[in-house]
């Protein structure tokens, strides 16, 4: 599977912080229009009656510039006085919803309540932010991702991830509502008119996997007739960023760099790893890059890195 | 009518700022359990999806000492972060709400939204911040002052004030809902008990005529037994915080000290005026006071006051 010339339109899927650089550099190589960003929606809960979309907020905010320099999730600049009045109230506070953070979940979740589906809610908050790219959340329908747990049962995400800091030990991952769920209008169109879909170097168990459960996204991304690369969102063994490691462990998986290559396994027509990893033996294709993207040079780097590679015939 | 002894249960009907400083006196004055806050509600609304109740909250941030000190509305050290940030989206942002102030507004819209009524949603805010008085919105029932102007037709009260700055030229208030509300829960009987019943230094039309445009409260104040003190909303010809000249003068009324005992008439037992004021011609008993209550000990000297010309039978 191979493509000549180089990518017209990019399919990027991304969870938060990891996929969102990426996106970024993506964003910054290519034209207006030729990029297509797919977010994980399992992640999305309510809190205090608001639509909270950690992964669309943080892909979101990152594209506008305004994403938090060191967190990566979250605003610049933001504060948090309305938790901490909650916590005077003697609520519990756990999740930190900047103060900024909730002009958007406040904007989301009355056009929500008004009938908007949310697609059409996330692209009016990125239109009235400036951004090109076009996110799709993977559905309008809701998929929740559940964490079984040992010590703490049945736990939303959130839940498992902010309240309880991804300390129990995973069992098993449940994508609540996935199976029935749709795509989002336009996703489809999207994969069929690509050139070229990526992988963001996400958590393929929770970023990923979420996206693929619904069926209809499955299917077109097994049906597709383009190049599919994934980068690795692990480097020499440790991920980039927070629990993939050690949830992938506790599932079973192999979270090693190769370990993550032979899960995806023969879905993905090339796998990106970090110049630290450049030994490691995979069974696909393999692009050696610095994929650590904590400047924007680096994420302008592996964006056109992957764009090459493709418009090479990935070897 | 008059009473031979100390007041035991005291009767407060309040509206904002003014309301609020008397209020704050009478809490720190009488025992514990001695003192019912009846609050309008025709200045709430929704806001971004939120219940906010301006008055209720300005009661109650008084009542626990977080109220800011110079607005007398909002809390203290309170920030507009989520309103800026509102801006950035491209929305008006007209009304100021604090980042703080967001916790008590998600905290109600998410009570009221799992259908607790709003006496018991206050309730619970107030036994969370330590209120020792009890706060009754005047009913759970929609209420809503309605401001008929000549300039921009009618306007829910919250876009005449704060959107229009208090600018465009009343004709008329409509108590919205009023006449089919019921009374909140316990505030009959809180009427009955009552030995003293006391009309706050609130605008008479914003505030109190709201709270009496539920027939069965004007029913049980027009009935009671007890006396009803009113403390004048306006010293020397000025309104001691916003509106009530311009608009009383726009309605027709006579905004002077003399004008407001004049329009309370009959229904009050006694009127309190502020020492500039001393020769005021009125028809009713008059209790000349301080009535400028921009510290707590003149508040507490003002509650004495009132308490002592009850006890004292009110002449």
Chains 1, 2 share one sequence.
Not at 132 to 144: E, F, H, I
Not at 171 to 191: F, N
Not at 288 to 305: C, F, G, S
Request: proline share 6%; with cysteine.
């Amino acid at each position: 599977m191979e493509i000549s010339k180089y990518p017209r339109q990019v399919v990027a899927f991304a969870g938060g912080v990891g996929g969102a650089k990426l996106v970024d550099g993506l964003a910054r190589v290519l034209p207006a229009g030729a990029l297509t960003v797919i977010v994980n929606t399992g992640d999305d809960f309510r809190y205090m009656g608001l639509a909270v979309c950690p992964d669309l907020d943080t892909v979101m905010y990152t594209l506008a510039g305004l994403a938090h320099p060191i967190n990566g999730w979250g605003l610049a600049d933001d504060t948090r006085q309305m938790v901490g009045m909650l916590q005077h109230y003697g609520e519990a506070g756990w999740f930190g919803l900047g103060d900024k953070d909730l002009a958007t979940n406040l904007l989301r979740t009355q056009l929500l309540a008004q009938g908007q589906p949310l697609g059409e809610v996330t692209a009016w908050l990125c239109g009235r932010l400036g951004i090109g790219a076009r996110l799709l959340p993977a559905t309008d329908d809701a998929v929740a991702t559940m964490v079984e747990t040992d010590s703490h049962g049945l736990l939303p995400f959130q839940d498992y991830f902010v309240r309880h800091r991804w300390q129990p030990v995973v069992r098993k991952l449940h994508y609540q509502g996935a199976g029935q769920a749709r795509p989002s209008p336009g996703l489809l169109d999207a994969l069929n008119e690509a050139d070229l879909l990526i992988f963001c170097p996400s958590n393929p168990v929770l970023s990923i996997a979420p996206i693929l459960a619904v069926p209809a996204i499955a299917a077109a991304v097994e049906g597709r007739r383009v190049p599919l690369l994934a980068v690795s969102p692990v480097v020499a063994g440790a991920a980039l960023k927070g629990p993939t490691v050690k949830i992938m462990t506790e599932l079973g998986y192999d979270p090693s760099v190769a370990g993550i290559a032979n899960h995806y396994g023969q879905l993905i027509d090339g796998f990106v790893v970090d110049t630290q990893d450049a030994d490691v033996q995979i069974t696909q294709p393999k692009l050696v890059a610095p994929i650590i993207l904590d400047t924007t040079a680096r994420r302008v780097a592996l964006a056109n890195h992957l764009l090459a590679w493709a418009a090479e015939g990935i070897s």
